[in-house]
């Protein structure tokens, strides 16, 4: 049997969306588009348009970019009538979304850089709203994602640029279907699986079309569930885990006064949820208040700024209690952002409480973030006392259930006592399955394991203080760490977490990591923050973290300890001078100002290893931190939450979250993963053991030989379709082995491959990327395109400019007969290096030219220095003289971007020219230009 062609599968979603209610309509060019939009608009609008009108109107459309169309899309547009009169012309009907009118058209052509014709389209008032691209069953998904980035590049913004209203892409290739919002630089890992509400994945495209393509979810998806992020100017559409549980709690207050909570997986985008579960509420009249309560100051003011990522005007923060008594008071702040330490003052001090008596019968929806926290019970009850018109929503990655629950007078409040039932579930094992986020590595190190006196250590459970505090398991244990940092972190491309048990454990720890430094040992640079105030310590060593405290730096000093206090001032004194920063612990805001700094130098890299008791271990997102060392008891909601700082997303480099124990956590993680998934979930959580990816590497190499048995034979594949063939199999290498490294244990004389052999193969992969590279410059169209080559995979993380300066110093003081082998090896090297590969001729031309007439092996850094500066001026110049550039714009554009990682707009590109392109010459122009400008960074910046 053969595979469905593209056009039966075309034929029978054509028949299938007409069934659904988008009414057909022949389209085939942008006359025939502009001429529905009129009638469409017209009839939507319940009117008609003179030729003139109808002209303002598309000149209004053409205006901006993507992300400006999109708020376009949702304003009305004031239309100065011929005769003198205005009237307000919508676009789309946000309030009544199935008021609107659905249309569906197929193989429109545009005209752009090449002539395009888009597979199926649906319209909504005449606009292009849904693209969607298919490929017959059997060929990969990702090949339809790359073609509708082509469309992007080629032809959306051709013409009447009409395309750039679309709000969502559709790809499938009949078995598996996906959806994504429309951004100019998407990734395909922002592409989603529609799923039922029980989280089942809808991979089929009929099913797809009769759920999601159903005209009134069409559009409620479009002007509900998409949010405009105002800071990154893009668009975010909702996943549908995310779009159950707004849909649940709007249900929930809409039709009873019930209480409700959301369990969501860490990392599963909690805060977007909440976010618009909180907008939507706001627009219902008969809810005065929608207070958004979190349970940190640093979290109150993260908050914030992400609200107003997604809605600048939305949202207010409240500094202090006397500013939330305001904002209560305020009728134009329907949302609210404040602590639970503020709101708990508000109602409990009668000079606060007195001010909001008359909010207390009135309707307010209060959302909870985080609502695990165990100090929840008292204040729970302030606030249902208080407001007697309440309704409590929470959201959770961990519930707490009897089993985990602490107790608080006596009495152990579980997440259901306090927000009755459980609306949506979206557990990590779902968040794996979709892969939002990572599964995690988890190594046991024995540090007793040759210790029969102390074999005990080994049982379940069992806790020796003296000896996990003795100076002979912390200098091992640090020993350990320093000597498998640079693995577990891919030679410090992310950053780690240290937890300890006692602030006492922490200075030890931190004082060797110092002394260790200033010895030379290591050049990890360390930070911690850690609270003076008592709950600092885990004292019962039950594994449940503790809540911050933030006011601690103001308590007498009865209530701290002095010696903690000495400390971290020291210790904040050695951040100071590490990044030339002035920060202290004088006060509570001194203090969270420190934190703050802190946050940002991990998700930045500047921080190595981050030292912690129990701060950080909830509430933080960095998705370049991967590694977590355990020297603590955890369990439960703790275990989980603190694991889970490592799992976020980044890309392939980042396979999974690291977890180096030193203390025996097996069983308290099994109960834990038992906990909040279910018993059978261990194998969809946890990496698997070391020998299974070595099995796993080799049955994959075995593929490779049969492609490609040598590496000369990678030149004699006949045709694209061999090569294709290669740069998967090898790419799956690349993934496998990407995994093997992170593990202790790794060794290539574990698997089939030797190392050179890896680095060989490397070389063909990367130059068969550089040839689909030229092509695509070239505008040449190749099946090769389809494929990720995923290059960060191939990046050796000890292989790096300041490593080829070193075997440069040895090959000038080689004996003559080595060194055109050595000479050898380096090119060799550097060719199968992905960031190095760029800077080939340069190094040649370096050891030809430079390295002979070095006297003195010690000045080879600085000869090469002094030569790169020169090189890189001298391309520099023949850039910006090539080209007829401002050589001041294009270093400024070089600058910004290696400063915000973001790549000039075509308009700043045009911009450092001396003289302006022709409308025609603007795209080709400003392509160019940029490749060349992406080039000169990576050949003389990057690595360097």
């Known amino acids: 049997m053969t595979t469905q062609p593209e056009q039966v599968l075309e034929n029978d979603l054509l028949s299938q969306l007409d069934s659904l209610g988008h009414q057909p309509i022949l389209i085939r060019t942008e006359k025939d588009l502009l001429d529905n939009l009129k009638s469409q608009l017209e009839k939507h609008n319940k009117t008609s348009f003179s030729k003139e009108e109808f002209n303002k109107i598309l000149i209004h459309l053409s205006k901006g970019n993507i992300f400006d169309k999109a ?104 078995v598996n279907t996906k959806y994504y919002a429309n951004n100019p630089k998407n990734s395909f890992k922002q592409t989603f699986f529609w799923s039922k509400e029980s989280n089942t994945n809808i991979t089929q495209l009929t099913h797809f079309a009769n759920v999601f393509l159903e005209p009134c979810h069409i559009a409620k998806m479009i002007t509900k569930y998409i949010v405009l992020h105002e800071s990154d100017r893009l668009l975010m559409i909702l996943r549908p885990y995310q779009f159950y549980a707004v849909e649940a709690i709007i249900k929930r207050v809409k039709d009873t006064s019930k209480n409700g909570y959301i369990w969501h997986t860490t990392g599963s985008g909690k805060t977007l949820t909440s976010f618009k579960a909180s907008q939507i509420l706001t627009q219902n009249p008969k809810i005065k208040k929608v207070v958004f309560v979190v349970d940190r100051q640093d979290l109150d003011d993260q908050t914030v700024k992400e609200f107003r990522a997604f809605d600048k005007d939305s949202i207010d923060g409240t500094e202090n209690t006397k500013m939330l008594v305001n904002q209560f008071l305020d009728d134009s702040r329907p949302l609210m ?191 911690t923050i850690f609270s003076f105030a008592p709950n600092e310590e885990d004292k019962n060593a039950d594994g449940m973290i503790p809540n911050e405290d933030y006011s601690m730096a103001a308590e007498p000093e009865a209530t701290y300890k002095l010696p903690h206090r000495d400390k971290l001032d020291q210790y904040i004194d050695n951040y100071n001078k590490l990044f030339g920063a002035k920060h202290s612990a004088k006060d509570g805001q001194a203090f969270l100002n420190y934190k703050k700094d802190i946050s940002k130098r991990v998700r930045n890299r500047q921080i190595d290893i981050l030292l912690v008791v129990n701060m950080f271990l909830t509430g933080f ?237 010690d000045n080879v850094e600085d000869e090469f220095s002094r030569f790169w500066q020169k090189e890189t001026k001298s391309a520099m110049r023949d850039l910006t003289s090539n080209e007829n550039l401002d050589q001041e714009k294009v270093e400024r554009i070089i600058s910004d971007f290696l400063f915000t990682g973001r790549m000039a707009t075509e308009d700043e590109i045009l911009e450092a020219l001396e003289k302006q392109p022709s409308v025609l010459q603007r795209e080709s122009i400003s392509t160019r230009i940029t490749n060349k400008i992406q080039d000169f960074i990576a050949t003389f910046l990057n690595g360097v």
């Open 337 to 527: 952002i404040t602590t639970i330490q503020k709101l708990n003052t508000a109602i409990s001090k009668a000079r606060f409480k007195s001010k909001i008596e008359r909010l207390k019968d009135e309707k307010i929806v209060f959302i909870f973030d985080e609502c695990h926290r165990s100090q929840f019970g008292e204040t729970h009850k302030r606030i249902t006392n208080f407001f007697t018109n309440h309704q409590l929503f929470g959201f959770t990655g961990t519930p707490i259930f009897v089993k985990n629950a602490h107790r608080d007078n006596s009495l152990k409040y579980t997440t259901q006592m306090l927000f009755d039932e459980c609306l949506h579930k979206y557990v990590i094992t779902d968040a794996i399955r979709d892969e939002n986020v990572l599964k995690f590595s988890i190594e046991y190190y024995n540090v007793f394991k040759q210790k029969e006196e102390i074999e005990d250590l080994k049982v379940e459970g069992i806790d020796k203080k003296e000896v996990y505090e003795s100076d002979e398991y912390i200098e091992t244990v640090t020993n350990y760490i320093l000597a498998n940092h640079n693995r577990k972190t891919h030679n410090k491309t992310f950053t780690a977490m240290f937890c300890v048990s006692s602030v006492d454990v922490l200075v030890k720890y931190y004082d060797l990591f110092q002394k260790k430094r200033e010895e030379g040992q290591h050049n990890l640079r360390v930070a």
């Open 621 to 857: 997102d960095s998705k370049t931190l991967n590694t977590l060392y355990v020297d603590k008891n955890l369990k439960y909601h703790g275990l989980i939450q603190a694991f889970s700082r490592t799992n976020r997303i980044l890309n392939e480099k980042k396979s999974q979250g690291n977890i180096l124990a030193f203390r025996n956590l097996k069983k308290a993680t099994d109960e834990a993963i038992g906990l909040f998934s279910d018993k059978n979930a261990k194998e969809t959580i946890l990496v698997a053991p070391y020998e299974d990816y070595v099995r796993e590497f080799n049955e994959a190499y075995k593929k490779l030989m049969q492609i490609a048995p040598t590496v000369d034979s990678v030149n004699d594949l006949n045709d694209e379709e061999e090569e294709l063939l290669f740069a998967k199999a090898f790419r799956e290498i690349m993934r496998i082995k990407n995994i093997l490294g992170s593990f202790t244990d790794f060794s290539f004389d574990d698997i089939y491959m030797k190392e050179q052999e890896f680095a060989d193969y490397s070389s063909k992969y990367l130059d068969l990327y550089d040839k689909i590279k030229s092509d695509t410059q070239k505008e040449n169209v190749s099946i090769l395109d389809e494929i990720d080559f995923e290059l960060e995979l191939i990046h050796r993380d000890e292989v790096n400019v300041t490593y080829i300066l070193k075997l440069l110093a040895e090959l000038k003081d080689a004996p003559e007969k080595d060194q055109k082998r050595k000479e050898k090896e380096i090119i060799d090297m550097v060719s199968s290096e992905a960031e190095l590969r760029s800077k080939k001729e340069l190094i040649q031309k370096f050891i030809y030219n430079n390295l002979p007439a070095i006297e003195n092996d």
């Open 71 to 174: 708020k376009t899309l949702r304003d009305k547009f004031v239309l100065q009538r011929d005769n003198g009169e205005k009237s307000y012309i919508q676009f789309i009907n946000q309030d009544f979304w199935c008021q609107n009118e659905f249309q569906v058209t197929h193989q429109i052509t545009v005209n752009g850089k090449r002539e395009n014709r888009y597979d199926v389209t649906l319209l909504i008032n005449g606009l292009p709203m849904v693209q969607i691209e298919l490929k017959r069953r059997g060929i990969e998904l990702k090949k339809a994602f790359s073609q509708i980035q082509r469309y992007q590049k080629d032809s959306f913004a051709s013409n009447s640029a009409l395309f750039q209203y679309i709000q969502v892409f559709v790809i499938s290739n009949g």
